[in-house]
């Protein structure tokens, strides 16, 4: 996979290309990264790239020329091209694992007050990572780009990901590693038993527990087996 990110601030994405996994599946060749200031684009002798917007308002709007000009110097026949967005589409697992799929990616970050509408003229989504709004899309695109690399076959351990929150609609179970007892809080026996059965029932509870009481809108669309509802039943009757 490729990923070009068009940003006012390339600087501030060191230490997200070069720190853990992101870094390793770089190296890996597993995904490959550019960044591209979309100053070095504008027109403008003064190297502006926002304006006071039309009609009147607070703040300064970032203009198309300088992004559109830079945005097609990065584009092919197999790009996607994302705008970073408080009014896009929501990121969630599903999001994250479709945008996975592509070849090539490339994200637009916005700063300022916002774009000049006509910049969404070429774009194929808008994306946000939440409803609230940060000085620029530059976090929000690290966000988006961890969500998808992390995905990638060879990034992390298949096994890893497919017991993630929301991998399999439900939050994850809870986990735990050493001391056994720890201020008076011990692991729970079943996990010391090697009894994989056990384990493995014991671990689809607690995952349907934490689901039901911290985000139980999950519970509306997901498609129960006759187990999970046994247990279910015995979760909504002790809470």
Known sequence: MKIDILTLFPEMFTGFLNTSIIKRAIDKSLVEINLHNFREFTLDKHKHVDDYP?????????????????????????????LMSPQGTTLNH???QKLSTFK????ICG????????????????????DYVLTGGELSSMVVSDAIIRLLDGAIRQESHDDDSFAAGLLEYPQYTRPFSY??????????SGHH?????????????????KRPDLLENYEFNEEELKMLAEIEEKH
């Open 183 to 192: 201020d008076g809080n011990d692991v729970p026996e079943v996990l010391l």
């Open 197 to 213: 059965e056990n384990i493995r029932k014991w671990r689809k509870y607690q995952s349907l527990k934490k689901t039901y009481i």
């Open 94 to 96: 599903g999001v994250a």
């Open 111 to 130: 700063h300022y007050e916002g774009f000049d509408e006509r910049v969404r003229d070429y774009v194929d989504l808008e994306l946000s990572i939440g």
């Open 54 to 82: 039309y009609g009147g308002g607070q703040g300064m709007v970032l203009m198309c020329q300088p992004i559109v000009d830079c945005l097609k110097t990065t584009v092919d026949d197999d790009s996607f091209v994302i």
């Open 104 to 107: 090539h990616l490339v994200i």
